[in-house]
């Protein structure tokens, strides 16, 4: 099929994307990298009346460090932010995830802002930008605000933002501590595909060895990626004993409502849930004592 017709805009800053929002109503859309929105308008499952495109926004691209922040702007492609050093240097567990996110041709055009802002329930980046407590920022003519991940994903392919809104930059907290370490995991049917289920984690151990910090999250399980609060709060002060992780990610499958579908059911899903978030906690855990770099 071909898409419906649409107008199109090339715009070259963020004021003249927000302005062109704002002029083109609620049927008016962003392209980015075009990986996730081409498809749907050729199948006609959507179809914008009007395209603005913002691969020509210069301000929109970039990763920096500022302050206690790993800020990357949202036009950024997937493959500069996986190639960088600075990512790996400071965000591992980011570059980790995205070695997961399609192949080197998507990678190359999609965007970091086009995926957290198709909000896919199986993707990796809205699932560690929830695990980090990222920021969004958002733009629009109203003003500029900021989202934080626990409340930027609502539901399946549903965000916070506005259909006037521009998703302009994401900042991911860095973590000071020595003895930090990170975990991801997931299971999909080809090494492209979006995960059947994943899990992200990152703790932070003292001197003992006792977690002082944790933060664990599970995608493709639910709606949107879901933060696992109670395991954290049970796990958070022990020393994260094999017994102990086994036993605390067991409520797990109780906690998820996945969905089937032809790929994989909800029990499979649930279960493979459970096993990739003991394999993600136990690899941050090694990796946080220096056994597993
Ligand atoms: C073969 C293939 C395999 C893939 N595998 C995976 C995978 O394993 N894991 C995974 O996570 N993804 C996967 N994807 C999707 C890919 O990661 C896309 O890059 C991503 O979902 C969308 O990014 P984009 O920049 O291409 O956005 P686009 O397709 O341009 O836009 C997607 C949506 O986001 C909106 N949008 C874009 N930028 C902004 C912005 N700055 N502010 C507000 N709204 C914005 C658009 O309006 C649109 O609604 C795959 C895609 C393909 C084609």
């Not at 907290?173 to 059947?196: C, M, N």
Request: aromatic fraction near 4%; hydrophobic fraction near 45%.
């Amino acid at each position: 099929m071909k898409a419906a017709p649409f107008d199109y805009r090339r715009v070259t800053s963020i004021d003249e994307a927000c302005r062109a929002l704002a002029d083109g109503g609620d049927d008016a859309r962003l392209i980015a990298g075009g990986q996730t929105l081409v498809p749907l308008m050729a199948m006609r499952l959507a179809r914008p009346t009007l395209l603005i495109d913002i691969n020509g926004i210069a301000e929109m691209s970039g990763i920096a460090i500022v302050g206690g922040h790993l800020v990357i702007g949202a036009g950024t492609r997937q493959a500069e932010i996986l190639d960088s050093p600075v990512v790996k240097n400071h965000l591992p567990l980011l570059t980790d995830a995205l070695s997961h996110v399609g192949h080197d041709q998507t990678r190359n055009r999609g965007t970091i802002g086009g995926s957290l802002a198709n909000a896919d329930p199986a993707a990796e980046l809205p699932l560690i930008a929830k695990v980090l407590d990222a920021e969004m920022v958002a733009r629009s003519v109203d003003g500029t605000r900021t989202i934080a991940a626990a409340s930027f994903f609502e539901s399946a392919m549903a965000t916070a933002l506005a259909a006037n809104e521009c998703l302009t930059e994401i900042r991911f907290p860095l973590w000071q501590e020595q003895k930090t370490g990170y975990g991801f995991h997931e299971v999909s049917i080809r090494d492209s595909d979006f995960a059947l289920a994943a899990a992200a984690v990152q703790l932070t151990l003292d001197n003992g060895g006792a977690c002082t910090r944790l933060h664990m999250a599970i995608g493709g399980a639910s709606p949107a990626p879901m933060r696992l609060g109670e395991i954290e709060a049970a796990l958070m002060g022990t020393t994260l004993d094999d017994s102990l992780i086994h036993a605390e990610t067991a409520r797990l499958a109780a906690l998820v409502d996945p969905q089937g579908d032809i790929h994989a059911d909800a029990a499979y899903r649930r279960r493979v849930a459970r096993v990739l978030t003991e394999r993600a906690l136990l690899s941050a855990r090694d990796r946080a004592i220096g056994a597993n770099p």
